[in-house]
Structures are given as C-alpha cells and as structure tokens.
C-alpha cells in the first residue's frame, strides 16, 4: 500500500506561479512512476505531467513549457507550474504505480487560476 498526500494548491491571478508537492509514504520502494492528474469540473481527469525511475519525463501538450516535474529521492514529486491560464484550474491529485501495476490517488488539491 502506498498513501499519498499533497500539497500546494491554492488561489492565483493569471500568469502567475504554484508549486504542487506530494509525499508518499508506504511500500515506496513498489513505485516505478509518480505523476500529476488533474479533473475540471464537467470534464475527465487527465494526465499533466509524470515522472518515472530513472528521470524519464511525459507531459501532456497543454502544459509543456510552462510546467516541471521533478522528483526528490523515492518518495517525493513536485509540480512547477508557472505561466499559470484559468483553463489550468482544476483538482490536481498525485498519482504513484507501482511496478506490480497498482496505482494510488492523493486526496487531491485545488488550483485555481483567476482571469
């Protein structure tokens, strides 16, 4: 099992910046990805940004160039979002998987960015 919890979200004008944390805790030493989903109201969650062992990065078209994510040692993954859009509002949740295919949601944190 592993838990997940964030942190960071918050209200922020347009064209500004946040930073999203996540900490696992648990059997870490089961994940081989942690990433960021994020859900808008009326609209599927979808896939921001993940990070896997070994460094490797995905990030979904709409926030290339804007966001960063990065990992710190097996337990740990941040978002860098700058150049903040209203569009980027949502519910942000940190996702882990493990290397058995399992898969564990934060409780989610929100973002929203004002116009």
């Known amino acids: 099992q592993v838990q997940l919890v964030e942190s960071g979200g918050g209200l922020v004008q347009a064209g500004g910046s946040l930073r999203l944390s996540c900490a696992a805790s648990?059997?870490?030493?089961?994940?081989?990805?942690m990433g960021w989903y994020r859900q808008a109201p009326g609209k599927q969650r979808e896939l921001v940004a993940g990070?896997?062992?070994?460094?490797?990065t995905d990030y979904a078209d709409s926030v290339k160039g804007r966001f960063l994510i990065s990992r710190e040692d097996a337990n740990k993954t941040y978002l860098q979002m700058t150049s903040l859009k209203p569009e980027d509002t949502a519910v942000y949740y940190c996702?882990?998987?493990?290397?058995?295919?399992?898969?564990?949601w934060g409780q989610g944190t929100q973002v929203t960015v004002s116009s």
């Open positions: 996702h882990a998987k493990t290397g058995f295919g399992h898969q564990y």
């Open positions: 990070i896997f062992n070994g460094g490797m």
């Open positions: 648990g059997s870490i030493r089961s994940i081989n990805a």
